[in-house]
């Protein structure tokens, strides 16, 4: 079937330091990979996303590499920022299909 | 931007009474939308798929009959939890997928249900 695994949070880390939040996925097809945000009170928001093998989907100074070889989608940030402290959602697609797979969430806390 | 609004953000409930629970997007049609639970460090797990003038599609093992969704217009759907336990206890959260653009989805708040 179609599964993502999250690393375990929470993970906090002091402003300025470099994030890895490890995801790897399963699936019988060819996925879409994305990376949502989920900021205090509001909903789910759409960070990045590839939709290929090697592509690397960027925003707000966040990157994710496709690597189909190791069926990951790492999410990483040089520099994180108290406003970064979010729950951090990866998940799939397969194409043609409407359902999301998620993984279970990464609590991201960035102390000043 | 495309906002999608769930309401409540949390309620508390007895066992045994019925919850319901709204999800508008506010300046799009949303001819689908979907539902979906999230236990305590688990993933977000689609619960069903909600079509305006259709009745909604569930996923195995959910049932039809105690998680209602009605989907009666472009911009509004429901989840009733009825003769809720608390076993239901969960966090409920929508999300809606723009007509006009049709690949993206827009998530709701989110509403954190509590069974006595």
């Known amino acids: 079937g179609n599964s993502v695994t999250q690393m375990e949070g929470p993970v906090t880390l002091s402003e300025e330091a470099f994030l890895t939040i490890n995801c790897t996925y399963t699936a019988t097809g060819y996925p879409s990979l994305f990376w949502y945000v989920q900021y205090p009170g509001e909903g789910l928001q759409l960070l990045l996303k590839a939709t290929k093998a090697d592509d690397k989907g960027s925003n707000k100074g966040f990157e994710a590499t496709y690597r189909k070889e190791t069926t990951s989608f790492h999410l990483e940030k040089g520099s994180v920022q108290v406003s970064d402290s979010a729950v951090y959602f990866c998940a799939l697609v397969i194409q043609g299909a409407q359902k999301l797979v998620f993984g279970q969430g990464t609590r991201l806390t960035i102390n000043p | 931007g495309a906002v999608v609004s769930q309401h409540p953000s949390w309620v508390i409930c007895k066992s045994g009474t019925s919850v319901k629970i709204e999800c508008r997007s506010l300046d799009f049609q949303a001819t689908t939308m979907f539902w979906y639970r999230q236990f305590p460090k688990q993933s977000l797990m689609l619960m069903a798929t909600?079509?305006?003038?259709?009745?909604?599609?569930?996923e195995q093992g959910v049932e039809k009959d105690k998680f209602l969704i009605n989907h009666a217009s472009l911009t509004l759907s429901t989840l009733t939890v009825t003769s809720a336990h608390p076993e239901d206890s969960s966090f409920y959260i929508c999300?809606?997928?723009?007509?006009?653009?049709?690949?993206?989805?827009?998530f709701g708040s989110g509403t954190q249900l509590s069974v006595l």
């Open positions: 909600s079509n305006e003038g259709s009745k909604a599609t569930y």
């Open positions: 999300s809606a997928r723009n007509d006009a653009t049709n690949e993206k989805l827009f």
